[in-house]
């Protein structure tokens, strides 16, 4: 688990079905126990644990990040609506829950040709059943087919933060 992680705390009510997912940050972490802030309040729990408070289950489970690349390749005569569009589409996306963050790139000598570099706080079944099946990203993969751009797609975990990211 890294500085700046998400981590996922589910709140029931003792006895009863409903519960409370609230997404928070997490501090650090000191002999495998995870500290957070959950209502201006700081919590330690083990991760991947579950207690009781007062009338409360608090279950504590780690959110999994992936990053997802894309290299899209846009025709010469269409390449700057696609990067319209595709400015667009990111100005929606930074709203979502579980995104963390992107960096779009364009090919500095092929400039029809697009980098984007997506960090979320998801699981992929879950990103593919419930982002990916959004009004907006149904357009956009609509807009995709009708503007003839090729898409190339890969996703990856972390396994080490360096610099500013640790």
């Known amino acids: 688990m890294f ?3 998400q981590i996922q705390v589910t709140v029931r ?3 009863e079905p409903k519960v409370t997912v609230t997404f928070v940050y997490f501090v650090k972490k000191v002999n495998n126990v995870c500290v957070f802030l959950l209502e201006s309040k700081k919590y330690s729990y083990p991760e991947e644990s579950q207690y009781y408070q007062s009338d409360r289950v608090y279950t504590i489970k780690k959110m999994k990040q992936f990053t997802l ?3 899209f ?3 010469k005569e269409n390449h700057l609506q696609f990067k319209e569009e595709l400015l667009k589409l ?3 996306i930074e709203g979502e ?3 963390v963050s992107s960096i779009l790139h364009q090919n500095l000598q092929k400039e029809e040709e697009y980098l984007v570099y997506e ?5 992929t079944e879950h990103f593919m059943n419930v982002q990916m099946k959004k009004p907006f990203v149904l357009e956009w993969e609509q807009l995709l087919v009708d503007m003839n751009i090729q898409r190339d797609p890969a996703v990856y975990h972390p396994i080490g933060k360096f610099g500013a990211a640790k």
């Open 97 to 99: 829950d579980n995104f």
């Open 90 to 92: 990111f100005a929606i």
């Open 69 to 71: 690349m894309i290299k």
């Open 119 to 123: 960090v979320w706080n998801d699981n």
């Open 73 to 75: 390749t846009a025709t």
């Open 3 to 5: 500085l700046g992680d």
């Open 13 to 15: 009510l003792q006895g």
